[in-house]
T-cell receptor, first 115, second 114 residues
Framework: GAVVSQHPSWVICKSGTSVKIECRSL??????MFWYRQFPKQSLMLMAT?????????EQGVEKDKFLINHASLTLSTLTVTSAHPEDSSFYIC???????????FGPGTRLTVT | GENVEQHPSTLSVQEGDSAVIKCTYS??????FPWYKQELGKRPQLIID?????GEKKDQRIAVTLNKTAKHFSLHITETQPEDSAVYFC?????????????FGSGTRLLVRP
């Protein structure tokens, strides 16, 4: 149990375009989902926390207008990178957790390359 | 906010030896400390975790110790095997007070030499 999927697993887009990444909890209801960004050989940096039906809470330094997060249901959250630039190229990982549970279940990640 | 420091950044051990990775945290309100193993291009996998009301936890070859007074916790891997080679991350959470978000350490690249 506690499986989280992400789609797509990798994507290449041109500079200036937008790309949407989906995160789904397949066998449980995720009241909270988290989005991380991981650059090569670096740690996971939390971008935002989203709760179903409410606005996401962004970490300091993360542009909310550039990284749009929607958590419309208990099994789906989306991250849209708007007007992507080469410096947005990274590994984006989501995680999901149940109500008031510490453990986060991670998705397989999405590798974004902006050319 | 919470800050988690992790050492060493790289660790090379001979197969069969033990490996120890250490982390310190800054916020005394943190109460949950998981350890993750991440292989290249893959998702982080939880290998062990500990709550603040416990000083030590063990699962076969893996153990974690927590010193709340000193605000540090450590991962111990005994009888290391080549398949233990990966990047290991520690993390800390304040639970409900911070919406259960995790703050990660910088990672330790472990290489187990056959």
């Amino acid at each position: 149990g506690a499986v989280v999927s992400q789609h797509p697993s990798w994507v290449i887009c041109k500079s200036g375009t937008s790309v949407k990444i989906e995160c789904r909890s397949l066998d449980f209801q995720a009241t909270t989902m988290f989005w991380y960004r991981q650059f090569p050989k670096q740690s996971l940096m939390l971008m935002a926390t989203s709760n179903e039906g409410s606005k996401a809470t962004y970490e300091q330094g993360v542009e909310k207008d550039k990284f749009l997060i929607n958590h419309a249901s208990l099994t789906l959250s989306t991250l849209t990178v708007t007007s992507a630039h080469p410096e947005d190229s990274s590994f984006y990982i989501c995680s999901a957790s149940r109500t008031e549970i510490y453990e986060q279940y991670f998705g397989p990640g999405t590798r974004l390359t902006v050319t | 906010g919470e800050n988690v420091e992790q050492h060493p950044s790289t660790l090379s051990v001979q197969e069969g030896d033990s490996a120890v990775i250490k982390c310190t945290y800054s916020d005394s309100a943190s109460n949950y400390f998981p350890w993750y193993k991440q292989e290249l291009g893959k998702r982080p996998q939880l290998i062990i975790d500990i709550r603040s009301n416990v000083g030590e936890k063990k699962d076969q070859r893996i153990a974690v110790t927590l010193n709340k007074t000193a605000k540090h916790f450590s991962l111990h891997i005994t009888e290391t095997q080549p398949e233990d080679s990966a990047v290991y991350f520690c993390a800390a959470s304040k639970g409900m007070d911070s919406s259960y978000k995790l703050i990660f350490g910088s990672g330790t690249r472990l290489l187990v030499r056959p």
